[in-house]
């Protein structure tokens, strides 16, 4: 079996691929965040949260690999470094990014011909939903990534909007990597006039009744015409599979669909 034979995924989106690949024997610990694929959490240790982690426990594990997300993980990863562990954290942001790190991981494990299948296939997927909405009008759309601060959309939410038919109100931030350029308010959101508002909360479920209850915004189009929704962040906060198999899916009907019941 070549490439790593322990692996500690620090997020989701590496273990769900490794399932994918029929890989899983490899992974030694995971995640508490991961809910993809449901039987990982009854199947692998957890080892760690986002931020932080069980140093202690990810050495008793004796990986060979760690894999993170992010330059939030970037004290976690120096850490077991610290620890003499191997560590590689992607920082992924594009969707391009994505696909590439889709790839890296399956060399790492061995399995690059498999990986460029799913990559074709997600790419085909991509492309049948931009052709399914060409021609429909384009809503302007708020994502919401969390509350207070209010973050907007990460790059790769931002792609798959215009994929989907939306036109992202925040575009400009396409290009900012961290969640802290990301920050905006009440007022600005209200001069941009969305038509649609879609929540994704990480770790918490979005407060409708907080959404509606902002004096700024009770003339926004968005929130006279009840077009406020809500996607697992499981489906579209996290940089793997799950984007292309159920995200690009949930945002698009959430672009074009007329209202939700509150």
Request: aromatic share 8%; proline share 6%.
């Amino acid at each position: 079996m070549p490439g790593p034979h322990r692996i500690v995924c620090l997020t989701e989106e590496t273990t769900e691929l490794l399932y994918l690949l029929g890989e899983q024997d490899r992974i030694v610990g995971i995640s508490a965040y991961t809910v993809r694929p449901l039987r990982a959490k009854a199947d692998k240790p957890i080892v760690s949260a986002f931020i932080h982690g069980s140093i202690a426990k990810i050495k008793d594990l004796k990986p060979d690999l760690v894999i993170g997300f992010s330059d939030i993980q970037a004290q976690l990863a120096k850490d077991l470094i610290a620890e003499g562990l191997n560590v590689i954290v992607f920082n992924q942001r594009s969707i391009e990014e994505i696909l590439n790190t889709i790839l890296w991981v399956g060399q790492l494990v061995g399995r690059p011909g498999e990986c460029s299948l799913l990559i074709d296939q997600f790419r085909r997927k991509l492309d049948a939903v931009s052709e399914k909405v060409k021609g429909l009008p384009s809503p302007r759309v708020l994502f919401q990534e969390w509350d207070d601060p209010i973050i907007t959309g990460i790059r790769w939410v931002s792609e798959l909007i215009e994929i989907a038919g939306g036109t992202d109100i925040f575009e400009e931030f396409k290009s900012s990597a961290m969640a802290r350029d990301r920050i905006t308010t009440k007022q600005e959101i209200a001069l941009r006039k969305p038509d649609v508002i879609i929540g994704s909360w990480c770790g918490k479920p979005v407060d409708f009744s907080w959404i509606y209850a902002q004096e700024e915004w009770e003339n926004l189009p968005a929130i006279r015409e009840k077009r406020v929704f809500e996607i697992d962040s499981s489906i579209i906060l996290q940089p793997g599979p799950a984007l292309f198999l159920e995200g690009i899916d949930a945002l698009q009907s959430a672009i074009h669909r007329t209202a939700e019941p509150v």
